[in-house]
């Protein structure tokens, strides 16, 4: 089920965490940002733990999401049924790729898609050059090991009017090529699973980290396909260490678990806000009342380096 994009109607947003470990400061940034844009207009908000990597996440890492979150006052309407469940859901969609003579199974070895050889931008991202594209049912049956499976991509543009970046632009046959939407060993991809979970949730915005951006094509290409209407996209800046590296999970950069210990929720959210231009000092706040200051055109849209007053 899911409800067409009426912008006249309340926002239907979304977190979407992956349950690997216990939510570091970006990550409560992400969500901070998701909750107040809907609140802020009398939407509603979905939660959905994306745990299609089994080996990384557990139910124990969920149950502390929802207390973490819970502690910080962001509430959620309801939450959908985990993506490691719904393997049943991703087959009939994969099925309706296949009905449209769309895919293609993709023999490449990782060594092989990174190769010097290979094409990619100038950030160092590969674009997939189509080698499996034309095989012969002869070739593809010289190969002993397990294909993953790739959508073929038109030639076109596809433009994200985003909330906070502006408009970006990305054409997949030159910015990405062909690319997986379920693995060898059979586990669907983040591009197919989630664009999946949007449309039927019925979701109508996209708020999530600036550094996922560059996928928010690949899933319009998707929910054109599907007949999922595109939901208004809002990519937030990274939160970076103070030398400039990423919060890391690996690296228990300011998780819950420790600042938890230390602080009060409000404290958390006056300090958070005032690092991304919300309000003009960092004075405690709760949810509820930064919700009726929210705005976009207030929050920054670049990179926001956390320093010593922000992390009190």
């Known amino acids: 089920m899911f409800v067409t994009n009426n912008t006249t109607a309340a926002p239907v947003g979304r977190f979407a965490p992956t349950p690997s470990g216990r939510m570091h400061l970006g990550n409560v940034f992400a969500a901070l940002i998701a909750?107040?844009?809907?609140?802020?207009?009398?939407?509603?908000?979905?939660?959905?733990?994306?745990?299609?990597?089994t080996q990384r996440t557990s139910d124990e890492y969920a149950q502390t999401l929802r207390e973490d979150l819970t502690w910080l006052g962001l509430d959620w309407d309801w939450e959908t049924p985990p993506q490691?469940?719904?393997?049943?859901?991703?087959?009939?969609?994969?099925?309706?790729?296949?009905?449209?003579?769309?895919?293609?199974?993709?023999?490449?070895?990782?060594?092989?898609?990174?190769?010097?050889?290979?094409?990619?931008?100038?950030?160092?991202?590969y674009v997939y050059a189509g080698t499996c594209r034309d095989l012969t049912s002869t070739q593809r049956a010289a190969f002993s090991r397990a294909p993953s499976w790739r959508?073929?991509?038109?030639?076109?543009?596809?433009?994200?009017?985003?909330?906070?970046?502006?408009?970006?632009?990305?054409?997949?046959?030159?910015?990405?090529?062909?690319?997986?939407?379920?693995?060898?060993?059979?586990?669907?991809?983040?591009?197919?699973?989630?664009?999946v979970d949007?449309?039927?949730?019925?979701?109508?915005?996209?708020?999530?980290?600036?550094?996922?951006?560059?996928s928010a094509p690949r899933q319009m290409y998707l929910q054109s396909l599907f007949g999922f209407p595109h939901p208004q996209y809002g990519h937030v800046p990274m939160l970076l260490a103070p030398d400039g590296r990423r919060l890391s999970k690996r690296d228990k950069d300011l998780?819950?678990?420790?600042?938890?210990?230390?602080?009060?929720?409000?404290?958390?959210?006056?300090?958070?806000?005032?690092?991304?231009?919300?309000?003009?000092?960092?004075?405690?706040?709760?949810?509820?009342?930064?919700?009726?200051?929210?705005?976009?055109?207030?929050?920054?849209?670049?990179?926001?380096?956390?320093?010593?007053?922000?992390?009190?």
């Open 35 to 53: 909750w107040l844009s809907v609140r802020s207009r009398g939407g509603s908000l979905v939660l959905r733990m994306e745990d299609l990597d």
């Open 84 to 125: 490691s469940r719904r393997s049943e859901v991703y087959d009939r969609y994969f099925s309706i790729l296949e009905e449209k003579g769309l895919l293609y199974p993709c023999y490449c070895t990782r060594s092989q898609l990174h190769s010097v050889n290979a094409p990619h931008l100038s950030d160092g991202t």
């Open 151 to 195: 959508v073929r991509v038109p030639d076109r543009e596809w433009v994200v009017d985003d909330l906070l970046q502006g408009t970006y632009r990305e054409n997949l046959v030159t910015d990405c090529g062909d690319f997986v939407v379920r693995r060898a060993d059979g586990v669907y991809v983040y591009q197919l699973a989630v664009t």
């Open 198 to 214: 949007d449309g039927e949730a019925g979701v109508t915005e996209v708020v999530r980290g600036m550094d996922l951006l560059s």
């Open 255 to 312: 998780d819950l678990g420790q600042l938890r210990l230390r602080m009060r929720p409000e404290a958390l959210l006056g300090a958070l806000a005032h690092a991304a231009k919300l309000t003009d000092t960092a004075q405690p706040i709760s949810a509820r009342e930064l919700a009726s200051l929210f705005s976009w055109d207030r929050l920054s849209r670049e990179a926001i380096y956390l320093q010593g007053e922000d992390l009190l």
